[in-house]
């Protein structure tokens, strides 16, 4: 895409009408990466957000971000709420509207709260200080004698004295532009900000009314369903639509590689598709779910250095004990609740889109690009959004719904079925990593040479005391310039890109080496810890699990492992049982104690820690996509298992308090311990070492055998 | 073949010309906007398509318009009554038993069923009952918390 066909799409101008009056406060997310990907896109503004204080006194916030399920609707609302001293509830988030809110380049990396919240609480802090200055000027009172409280502004002595935001704002326009950075409240006088709060997104959710953009409903809409190949890298050689067009009312549409059929009713529509006779040129792949491994490290490119120190060779001379080992992790899918959706609604020149998607300004530049409207002729809105994970950063569906309702000259959704979900998804990345260690006579890690092959090189940064390391990464998780295209369809990034996989190996390798020390593995960390935080956080969590461990295999099917993901410090414990007839395994308990630096809801962290242990067992016991010559063999959740009510331990969380240190991310640092801390329990009671995820009761069995 | 079908939804009696092979869930999300009720598999392996006929959980992805005719049908939007919230809805705000919020209308018909034929379900009665809905978010936990609290308030406890 030409970088100049980025422009802003509304100027403050504009959005001053738009609003009407009030006070605005402009300011930037301070997010590197969106900071990054917005240079040479001609960006008239450094900011990126609006914080509004309307005439009704009704605050509300405007910025790109999108809310999946994750919680950030809340916790940026208490953020802002705590800082311009307003109730929570006259709080609006206005997010992921291209039309209303300022560019924004996704949500996801757990960077929401962590990057977008400090700036917003300034531009509050600044929003609050106009209207102690507006106040100050109405109550002829000077500043300093002056309290602001519940939206309202009252003389600090006298407090009948007072005036509301409401009446602040009634017939102003100002507009501020938060360049300098004001003073912010200290954690110690916080109430609504550190406040265990309810969602604010409960409510339509649980009465049927939350609007996803499978929801929408347009006059003369119509649902379209795409012939689709059997296979990745299949390819239509000729299809016969005589059968579909004799569907009354069906309209049938083929425009270069695409054949859709559409009806005003989504069964209807793939009941035709399902009359299109097709012949397909079969896929060219070769490869399947055990061949892929061997496959990728043939096709590996050379390493890049992640992080190195000391030398290997030197590392290797002082150890006493060696340690070579290989894991290995199989595609995993998003399966989102909500498959991906997209609605396309064009009148005169100007397209509206809704999406489920996490990255609507992405969508918007995609969508303009494929009808060839400038991008402020397209406006992408982003309603409730049913899970993402990684998985919704893009998706087809939003610029298939685009040509459709370009070519019908009707409004179209397209709402992809599972099997389209399982198809189409980018799914977490296959990958191997091989890791040699070394520890020496004193039972300390003295090397570390870590080869990552197309993992993602997150959380891969040894956090342990280690002399000598090398980390080299032979292929990311991401697009193709990362290697993404050795994979036989899409990958990309999966709740806690890289990680995953980086801490089932890191730290069951851990384990290894305490058993050899002869060691408990907790005893094991501590001795090759220096970092205090990690340090504390693994007591946090052994002293929540008052259990005591033994060197493994202790037979008590205890398990543990602790990670550093981009910030987040955990340590997670658990309890299992492993039926070792069937090869299954019963989790029991799981202890998670997180350290997210200063938490903004308590019982929003607890949610996404409750979340990420639920989902991550999936990926631990059965979420392997199996496919064959190009093809996706799991189509649905009979054959592709997810966790469900039965798997569910107990959870406890501990949240270890850190409020000096900034709010850091917590949608995803949970999930990504899961991989290691289970295998590390199953060798605890069987003995038998897991290299491989997912730990499904084939596999436990052959382990046993 | 289209043919006129009568049956009870919401409380109030339907009359709707449709061929009568049409899964329930195209008929309520599609003809009728009722959008509450979520396609999520589309072949009866998650939940999130759950409606009551007849007080008894179907999943609509997989049930038939003719199996309505004379029956009635309750949706997620069916279930507040006089405006007021019922208590299972209540619950799951209180414990916050949801994150996307998608397979929450599913979860909720799937919990106000067992409710009305166990008033005092244990912990594992709501797993064996629930196992077919599926959460991705991994709610599981707080569901079952919400559902032995909206028990107590059905059945008038205070505790």
Not at chain 1, 453 to 468: K, T
Not at chain 1, 591 to 608: L, S
């Amino acid at each position: 895409m030409r970088d100049d066909t980025y422009s802003f799409t509304l100027d403050r101008r504009e959005f001053l009408k738009l609003v009407g009056g009030g006070i605005v406060i402009f300011f930037s997310t301070g997010d590197p990466l969106a900071l990054q990907q917005r240079r040479g896109r001609r960006y008239p503004e450094d900011f990126n957000a609006y914080l509004l204080i309307g005439e009704d006194g009704r605050v509300s916030c405007f910025t790109g971000k999108i809310e999946m399920g994750q919680g950030i609707h809340t916790s940026l609302a208490q953020m802002l709420a705590e800082e311009l001293d307003v109730p929570l509830n006259s709080v609006d988030m206005v997010m992921g509207d291209t039309e209303l809110c300022p560019y924004d380049s996704g949500t996801f990396g757990s960077r929401s709260t962590k990057y977008f919240g400090p700036p917003l609480r300034q531009a509050a802090a600044e929003a609050r200080a106009v209207l102690i200055q507006l106040a100050s000027e109405q109550l002829g009172t000077p500043q300093k004698n002056l309290t602001a409280k519940e939206g309202n502004i009252f003389v600090t002595d006298n407090p009948q004295k007072k005036v509301s935001y409401a009446q602040l704002a009634k017939g102003k326009k100002i507009e501020r532009h938060l360049e300098k950075k004001p003073p912010i409240k200290h954690y110690s006088k916080h109430t609504v900000s550190g406040n265990p709060t309810d969602r604010v997104d409960s409510k339509p959710k649980v009465t049927g009314e939350a609007k996803f953009a499978v929801d929408i409903r347009l006059p003369d809409m119509l649902h379209a369903k795409i012939l689709r190949p059997p296979a990745h890298g299949a390819t239509l050689k000729s299809a016969d639509t005589s059968a579909a067009k004799k569907i009354p009312n069906i309209q049938v549409i083929q425009d270069k590689d695409m054949i859709a059929v559409l009806h005003k009713h989504p069964d209807v529509a793939e009941k035709a598709l399902g009359l299109i006779k097709a012949q397909f040129e079969p896929s060219g792949s070769t490869l399947d779910n055990k061949t892929i491994f061997k496959h990728l490290k043939d096709s590996a490119p050379n390493g890049n250095v992640v992080t190195e120190e000391g030398n290997i060779e030197d590392g290797k001379r002082l150890s006493a004990k060696t340690f070579e080992k290989a894991y290995y992790n199989h595609y995993v899918a998003h399966a989102p609740s909500e498959p991906h959706t997209a609605v396309v609604n064009i009148e005169g020149d100007k397209a509206t889109v809704w999406a489920s998607t996490q990255s609507p300004f992405r969508a918007q530049g995609e969508v303009a690009q494929v009808l060839g409207f400038p991008l402020e002729k397209v406006r992408v809105i982003t309603p409730f959004v049913g899970c993402g994970f990684g998985g919704k950063n893009q998706g087809n569906q939003i610029t298939e719904a685009a040509r459709l309702a370009k070519l019908s000259g009707k409004p179209v959704q397209v709402a992809w079925t599972r099997k389209e979900e399982f198809f189409y998804d980018t799914f977490r990345p296959a990958a191997v990593i091989d890791i040699k260690s070394g520890i020496n006579s004193a039972n300390q890690i003295v090397f570390w040479e870590y080869h990552n092959y197309f993992a993602g090189d997150r959380s891969s940064q040894p956090f342990y005391n280690i002399p000598h390391y090398k980390v080299q990464s032979m292929g990311g998780w991401g697009g193709r310039s990362e290697g993404g295209s050795v994979h036989p369809f899409g990958v990309g990034a999966w709740r806690g890109p890289g990680s995953n996989t980086n801490v089932f190996a890191i730290e069951s390798h851990i384990d290894i080496m305490a058993e050899e020390a002869g060691m408990n593995p907790l005893e094991f960390r501590l001795h090759n810890l220096t970092d205090e935080r990690m340090k504390r956080i693994l007591l946090a969590a052994a002293e929540k699990f008052g259990k005591t461990f033994a060197k493994a295999p202790s037979g008590k099917g205890y398990g543990l492992a602790c990670t550093d993901y981009l910030g987040t410090y955990l340590a997670t414990m658990a309890e299992v049982n492993v039926n070792q007839n069937s090869g299954e395994v019963r989790v029991g308990r799981v202890v998670c104690a997180q350290d997210t630096g200063e938490v903004i809801n308590p019982e929003g962290v607890r949610m996404q820690i409750e979340g990420c242990i639920t989902m991550g067992l999936g990926y631990c016991f059965t979420e392997e996509i199996r496919f064959s010559n190009g093809r996706i063999l799991d189509e649905n959740f009979d054959t592709y298992e997810i966790p469900r009510f039965s798997w569910t331990p107990k959870i406890e969380t501990v949240l270890v308090d850190n409020p000096e240190m900034p709010p850091q991310g917590c949608g995803e640092p949970a999930i990504t311990s899961m991989g290691a801390v289970i295998a590390n329990a199953v060798y605890d009671v069987i003995g038998k070492r897991m290299f491989t995820l997912p730990m499904t009761p084939a596999r436990i069995k052959e382990a046993l055998s | 073949m289209e043919k006129n079908i009568r049956f009870k939804l919401n409380g109030k009696t339907l009359s709707l010309t449709s061929d009568p092979d049409r899964m329930l869930l195209w008929v309520l999300r599609s003809d009728l906007d009722l959008t509450g009720t979520k396609y999520s598999c589309g072949e009866g392996f998650c939940g999130a398509c759950t409606v009551l006929v007849n007080n008894e959980p179907v999943l609509s992805c997989q049930f038939p318009l003719q199996g309505v005719v004379g029956k009635e049908i309750l949706t997620i939007e069916g279930l507040k009554n006089n405006g007021k919230l019922h208590p299972l809805q209540t619950a799951f705000m209180q414990h916050n038993a949801l994150q996307c919020g998608f397979c929450t209308p599913g979860m909720i018909l799937g919990a106000y069923s067992m409710l009305l034929k166990n008033p005092e379900p244990s912990t594992k009665d709501i797993v064996d009952t629930m196992e077919g809905n599926l959460c991705r978010c991994g709610s599981y936990n707080r569901i079952i918390q919400a559902i032995q609290t909206a028990a107590r308030t059905m059945r008038g406890d205070k505790s």
